[in-house]
């Protein structure tokens, strides 16, 4: 008897071991489950972005990268969200007014002037038609003629003076070196392949090498003018900030594909500066030491390595709706994410939109209005937000993935977010600071990375300078060969460079853009 009952018990003891192990391997599959459709996301995100376009514009039926399903989310119209399209007007354009013109007449023989009466006939109008023409670049070689004065009676020869230049001991004008730098960091033309054009369509024989070190050479040069955009860049009270990955092959003695960054502040109101910043990490130190000193408004994505800086500095902190948005976007774009997801990112762009439509409709007004109108219309579509999220966000967290960072984010931001209802000067997203930063992100895809620390620092010194230019309506050509012309004179001359800030240039010999 004794023994069936020790039997039973550990046959018991069996089944509830057992059931324990059953209980633990369930919750290992789960969690293993929600992982592995976490990484289908990621995946499926990441092919996204190398593959497809990165608008935000969504397609929500987008079929799955890993199954095959005709599930598809029933896309839900807003009727309070109205977007327009305007259709162009067709027929040409014509040239621009401040473009040079050659005459070229059509006229007839002086036998085919005379009437069949006799008379002759007399020029009653012109007619002009205009076709755009271009004159292709050529080389040409500037010869700097010196004169040497002697006297007879002995005294030391006087030789007349070069001109100061921006590099004095090398073969390149400030023409030359503004297309080299114009055409690699604003039209993303690598130096290999300028100097194969310079090689083979006008004979002229430079390496990738030289062009490389005139780059190099003529940053150096210009570092006090860097420096003076700096300084004006944290006089603003309102700065957008971002930063981008640049791989520098010698930055890293560890290992040659380890990231460097380029940090990027851009002046929003008094000094439209757009200032670039290399450095080997991503650490908040850097950060720190880049805005020192300033004190207003700073607009940054939700990287941590700002907050730092901000509470060292007494800064005002403000988040970037684009962000959050983004993060929902790519769930309503994702071919794996499920359709509950789908449905909860969808509710959350559209919120969103209708905070952008009313910046659409105020975007011209003065900063005054502009707050009046947040406070009247904003404020109301923030606080829905906030009570959306509370009511759905523990939910998010048992679907788990995508959707529960995407709450987590927008959750932790949310009073960052609202700032920029506080002060009409402020813009919703941080878009200046990303359009800026864009044209480097396109260039490195061509040019792909620096060799050397001191490539970077030039990288980030020439976009600096050329973004500034654009940001203030110059044209980048002519500016740097502007500036480069007169940079050297007031170096010599100990003149103040506040004169050649783009903003405080004149129209002479300068382009500008609209």
């Known amino acids: 008897m004794k023994t069936e009952l020790i039997n039973i018990e550990k046959l018991q003891e069996t089944i509830i071991n057992q059931a324990q192990e059953n209980s633990s391997q369930e919750k290992r599959i789960q969690t293993q489950q929600i992982e592995i459709n976490y990484l289908k996301e990621k995946i499926d995100y ?141 039209d993303a033309l690598p130096l290999y392949r300028q100097a194969k054009i310079f090689k083979n369509r006008f004979g002229v024989p430079f390496s990738d090498t030289t062009l490389s070190n005139w780059m190099i050479k003529a940053s150096e040069k210009l570092k006090p003018f860097k420096q003076r955009l700096k300084e004006r860049l944290l006089e603003n009270e309102y700065i957008q900030a971002d930063e981008t990955t640049l791989q520098v092959v010698n930055a890293h003695k560890s290992k040659a594909t380890k990231k460097s960054y380029i940090w990027l502040g851009v002046g929003m109101d008094k000094y439209k500066v757009v200032y670039m910043h290399y450095a080997n990490n991503r650490s908040a130190v850097v950060a720190s030491e880049l805005f020192k000193g300033f004190n207003g408004y700073l607009q940054t994505d939700g ?57 659409r409709e105020i975007k ?15 404020q109301a579509i923030i606080n829905t937000i906030r009570e959306w999220i509370n009511t759905k966000f523990y939910k998010a967290q048992e679907l788990a993935g995508a959707i529960a960072k995407a709450f987590v984010y927008l959750n932790n931001q949310f ?19 990303e359009n800026h930063i864009r044209p480097m992100v396109l260039g490195r895809k061509n040019w792909l990375f620096a060799t050397s620390v001191k490539g970077a620092e030039a990288i980030a010194t020439w976009y600096t300078i050329i973004e500034t230019a654009k940001a203030n309506g110059l044209e980048p050509y002519h500016y740097l060969k502007y500036l480069m012309t007169e940079f050297p004179y007031y170096q010599r001359d100990g003149r103040d460079i506040e004169a050649l800030l783009p903003w405080n240039v004149s129209d002479d010999g300068v382009v500008r853009i609209s």
């Open 46 to 186: 990441l092919i996204r972005q190398q593959f497809t376009s990165k608008s935000e514009k969504l397609n929500p039926n987008q079929p799955s990268l890993f199954e095959d399903t005709k599930e598809t989310i029933e896309v839900i119209e807003d009727e309070e969200i109205e977007i327009t399209f305007k259709r162009k007007k067709g027929g040409r354009t014509s040239p621009p007014k401040e473009l040079p013109r050659v005459r070229v007449e059509h006229d007839i023989g002086d036998e085919e002037k005379v009437c069949s009466c006799g008379d002759t006939m007399h020029r009653v109008k012109e007619i002009i038609s205009e076709q755009y023409d271009i004159v292709p670049a050529k080389f040409q070689v500037i010869e700097n003629v010196r004169f040497v004065y002697g006297c007879r009676c002995g005294e030391k020869p006087v030789t007349t003076a070069l001109a100061p230049f921006i590099l004095p001991k090398t073969q390149v004008t400030a023409s030359f070196l503004a297309t080299i730098a114009v055409q690699k960091f604003e």
């Open 415 to 433: 009073a960052k977010l609202e700032v920029y209802l506080t002060d009409g000067r402020l813009n919703i997203d941080n878009n200046g600071a």
């Open 364 to 378: 011209d007004d003065p900063p005054d209005k502009k707050l009046l109108i947040r406070k009247e219309k904003s």
């Open 303 to 359: 990287y941590a390595g700002y907050n730092a800086t901000v509470q060292t500095n007494d800064m005002t902190h403000l988040a970037c709706w684009a962000h959050a948005r983004r993060k929902f976007a790519d769930i309503v774009k994702s071919g794996v994410s499920d359709l509950e997801s789908k449905r909860y990112a969808q509710e959350a762009i559209i919120l969103i939109q209708k905070l952008y439509k009313i910046e």
